[in-house]
């Protein structure tokens, strides 16, 4: 009896089994797509609508859409507020519909209804302004002379990067591909100083420029020296450099987060009107002090003892030793002043775009072309090749789309190369 209960009970197995793994599949299907959604949902595409005046607009439907058939949604809120959450970094459509304007709001461009927007981070800010609807069409020379005026601001920016970059590369050798993480520094450090400390503007961007510089110094003190002590060869340094470069980035990933976030100060200010050319006044701020640190900077390589002996010492290192130069300490100052300026460069770049963990490394390739355009240690070289680049950056536009300005800005420094190998103020050196 009881060996026919078990053969029973064996019979049974089976079945239950497969009950068991219908249901568990069952369960699996309903419940997939909502953690799916749940989990990939990881980014966001957000934006503030507002009138001609400056105040919120509410009411105002928004539709996200990419070619992997992702569709998201949101409504403006009383502030004027929209957010719709995306799966991550990608390249996305952005529409808006005019229908739910309110009466007598009209955008800028009414044909400008939807943007095409690439992400390489994990958050978008998007703006469509409004206003009265331009009846007449924009000269050429008009948007020329915009876009070489935002490419000078632009190209200040990058200058004061490349300037750092440049004299660390002429007294160290060292092609520093963790730069742009130094830019990265000094717009998280305002953003610091600005929106959690609640200090002025501009008392969080001078603390950040220090911050910065002692991040420079204790680099140099803490990782460069001992690798040169020790006769690291120049390219094991570079490949250092991606690494820690790589290291800080995702540190800032890590406390700052994925979002794009904006300084208390000076988040929003409208513009002026300086004849055909538009121009914010914290960007005339902005572009006055880059020019200033610029002019000193010169000075200081020119008119004192220790820029002098930089430069001695970005010649000939060991000539500069044995004239009785202290070499480990100019090259400290370096990297100090090289630092401050990077940071500098990012806290002014960041009133503008936003303050995210990825802005230096996306700014790098731009800084090493304006670097290497003017001619690769010669500060002088640096600040030329940055406006050079910043210039055809924006001018690319007419001819360009916007995606692709980067690609020309780049391709004209690769034909002036050729035409001049060593860049714009760079010296001939006989290889060999």
Not at 176 to 201: C, D, M, Q, S, W
Not at 209 to 217: E, H, P, T
């Amino acid at each position: 009896m009881n060996h026919t209960v078990t053969r029973i009970e064996r019979r049974r197995w089976p079945a239950l089994l497969l009950l068991l793994g219908v249901l568990t599949a069952c369960f699996g299907l309903l419940a997939a797509p909502g953690n799916a959604a749940k989990e990939d949902l990881t980014g966001e595409i957000s934006g503030v609508m507002r009138d001609a005046q400056g105040q919120p607009i509410a009411g105002v439907s928004f539709q996200v859409t990419n070619a992997s058939g992702f569709t998201g949604s949101d409504i403006s809120n009383r502030q004027g507020e929209w957010v719709v959450p995306i799966p991550g970094p990608g390249q996305y459509v952005v529409s808006l519909d005019p229908a739910t304007l309110p009466a007598g709001v009209t955008l800028t461009n009414p044909e400008r209804t939807s943007l095409t927007v690439s992400l390489l981070s994990n958050s978008k800010t998007v703006a469509f302004p409004t206003g009265a609807a331009d009846t007449t069409r924009e000269s050429f020379l008009d948007r020329f002379l915009q876009l070489a005026v935002d490419g000078l601001v632009f190209g200040l920016v990058i200058a004061l990067a490349g300037v750092g970059l440049s004299m660390i590369f002429g007294t160290t050798g060292l092609t520093n591909f963790a730069h742009g993480e130094i830019v990265t520094l000094g717009a998280l450090a305002t953003f610091v100083f600005n929106n959690f400390i609640g200090l002025p503007f501009p008392l969080a961007v001078a603390l950040a420029v220090v911050v910065c510089g002692l991040f420079g110094a204790l680099n140099d003190w803490g990782l460069w020296k001992p690798l040169r002590k020790k006769g690291v060869s120049l390219i094991a340094m570079l490949v250092v450099s991606i690494g820690l470069g790589i290291l800080l980035r995702y540190i800032y990933l890590f406390f700052f987060g994925g979002d794009t976030e904006q300084y208390a100060s000076y988040s929003g200010q409208p513009g002026l009107a300086l004849g055909p050319v538009d121009i914010t006044p914290k960007v005339i701020i902005g572009s006055v002090v880059a020019i200033l640190a610029l002019v000193l900077t010169m000075m200081w390589l020119g008119l004192t003892r220790n820029g002098k002996a930089s430069r001695a010492v970005s010649d000939n290192p060991a000539l500069a030793s044995a004239s009785g130069i202290n070499v480990e300490r100019v090259i400290n100052q370096v990297w100090i002043i090289g630092a401050a300026l990077a940071g500098l460069s990012g806290a002014l770049y960041s009133m503008s775009v936003g303050v995210n963990w990825l802005e230096g490394f996306q700014l790098l390739l731009l800084v090493f072309a304006g670097v290497v355009l003017g001619g690769l240690g010669t500060a002088l070289g640096a600040i030329v090749g940055s406006l050079v680049v910043g210039v055809l950056l924006q001018i690319s536009t007419l001819f360009l789309p916007t995606e692709m300005k980067t690609v020309g800005a780049l391709l004209i420094m690769i034909i002036i190369l050729l035409i001049r190998p060593q860049g714009l103020l760079g010296r001939r050196e006989r290889v060999g």
